[in-house]
């Protein structure tokens, strides 16, 4: 697998990454069209996309870095087929190299369920591990998400 850089996303790119997005993250934060995809990705600024790519070019992995209220912040999804291999530190490690802080929300609970009725499960201890420091009194609680901010500092 090799991480591949862009800023600007094709057509097929969008929808691998819809579909990756849609099949990873809770149903509650689907995107329903490439459209509703579309406008989510127009309104991040000074976006940075890493790949986890295949040897049959499919993308199986995707970190996201952008910018928020003059913050940096991130995304990570892996496909669940390669997670627990070490490909997610991997992008990871790619996010760290140009940032000296990275901000997240992370589910932090086991209620959430997927799109194929599988339970969510919360990558919270991963980015403990990676070094990031939970912001216990900083939450977002929505309709689409409850999930509590993580930091990262060099």
Request: charged fraction near 25%; glycine fraction near 4%; aromatic fraction near 10%.
């Amino acid at each position: 697998m090799k991480i591949v850089h862009q800023e600007i996303l094709s057509s097929e790119q969008k929808e691998s990454l819809l579909q990756l997005w849609n099949n990873e993250y809770p149903m509650s934060l689907n995107h329903e069209t490439i459209h509703d995809f579309d406008l989510y990705l127009n309104s991040l600024l000074d976006v940075k996309h890493h790949f986890l790519i295949d040897d049959k070019n499919i993308i199986k992995g995707w970190a996201f870095a952008f910018l928020r209220d003059n913050e940096d912040w991130f995304a990570i999804i892996i496909n669940n087929q390669i997670q627990g291999t070490g490909k997610g530190s991997l992008l990871m490690e790619e996010l760290k190299k140009k940032k000296n802080n990275l901000n997240g929300w992370v589910i932090d609970h086991e209620n959430e369920i997927k799109n194929n009725a599988a339970p969510y499960k919360s990558p919270l201890l991963f980015y403990v591990k990676k070094g990031f420091t939970v912001c216990t009194e900083t939450r977002i609680e929505n309709e689409k998400i409850s999930a509590v901010k993580i930091n990262w500092k060099r």
